[in-house]
């Protein structure tokens, strides 16, 4: 193994390809931005029993996914695996949800870590933004959020995703479809892993993406039948609320979602570019969270759009993002007098706030302008012994190629002017 190899599963984010990150995040916190939710950040580890309750004892990502340890004091973590559960916890140990002033709308950018198997789309180090509203029943906002992670998405130029829309249901419901389901699965033909799984979680079979378990679930009962009126109402407005505003979403009731603390509207955005990694964001309504870990009662939705995934999207269709170049001049001194005459220049630039950058380590003429030129500086300034004995600079415009000599005092308020 190479000593400059990042660990399995993870990479390194690195100019140029960094910057289309970096856009992606600001494109997906924008509107939510707009839409009144605050930034919010919590720790990139938390109590492992956070997500042992939160997320739940019988998913895959706690029993199998965690990065846990324990520290020197004998306090067990776990390093995220993905933001709701901290975001929630946040949020009542700061009592955001007592100031009056429901629902707390928050987002958040950051690292989750997932002990997945690696391949295309899938990591153990990824990125996810994300957004919360806490402490609010009401059919508004679920529709909201998939209205805003819609325009996100479209802001960047996607077309190719589709939205998954579900519901499961709640605690009134689901109880009794679950055991239906289960006296239903407990007659297939099934290998002993799921078996355990129809007990622990039955609604994840239905999820099993094997042909010859698919065949079996042919007459699975459905849960679209055994919602209670309230839960019906409830997604019948979301729906309506997203075509209202020409949201297209396809109903999905295979959506079950790899998290527990769902409750009624469950949604996925996927995109057919990606493969089988084809998730670029998820989300739903979890009103019982807070209650299962220790909190009051506070009726919740949220989403998580992945930033890696989103990215290999907008590959997958080909979009380039109309990223400025950073740098808007390039200084080239020649020669020991001109450095520091040039970099005086750079220094006056900056603070004027005209985004400039500077041919550092003495090179030649032809090496600086090779950076100039890679640099996507609009203009470079060239400067040898015989422009400061003149008293001027070369002011060159990259564009059209033409060369002016501008007075060296006058050098920064000329491409300020420009
Ligand atoms: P999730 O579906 O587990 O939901 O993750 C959301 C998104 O994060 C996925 O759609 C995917 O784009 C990205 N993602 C997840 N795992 C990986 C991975 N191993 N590699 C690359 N990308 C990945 C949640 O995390 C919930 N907390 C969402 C939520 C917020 N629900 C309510 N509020």
Redesign the pocket.
Known sequence: MSTFQAPKGTYDLTPPRSATFLAVREAISAPLRDSGYGYIETPGFENVELFARGVGESTD?VTKEMYTLTTKGGDQLALR?????SVLRAALEGNLHKAGNLPVKLWYSGS?Y?Y?RPQA????H???V???AIGTEDPVLDAELIILADQAYRSLGLREFRILLNSLGDKECRPAYREALQSFLRDLDLDEETRRRIEINPLRVLDDKRAEVQKQLAGAPKLRDHLCDPCKAYHEEVRALLTAAGVAFEDDEKLV???D??TRTTF??VHDGLGS?S??????R?DGLSEMIGGPELPS??????V???VLALEAEGVELDLPATTSVYAVPLGEEARRVLFGVVTELRRAGIAADFAFGGRGLKGAMKSANRSGARYTLVAGERDLAEGVVQLKDMESGEQTAVPLAEAAAELAKR
């Not at 695996?81 to 559960?85: H, L, M, R, V």
């Not at 789309?121 to 153990?124: A, E, L, Q, T």
């Not at 998730?279 to 739903?284: H, N």
């Not at 939705?301 to 992945?306: D, E, Y």
Request: charge should be neutral; avoid cysteine; glycine fraction near 24%.
């Open positions: 990502i695996p993905e933001g709701t559960a989750y997932r997945e789309g899938r990591y153990r990824f990125s996810q994300g957004a919360e979602r790899g998290l603390y769902y996925e955005f990694q998730a670029v964001g998820g989300g739903g979890y939705v949220g989403w998580a759009l992945g890696d995934r989103t």
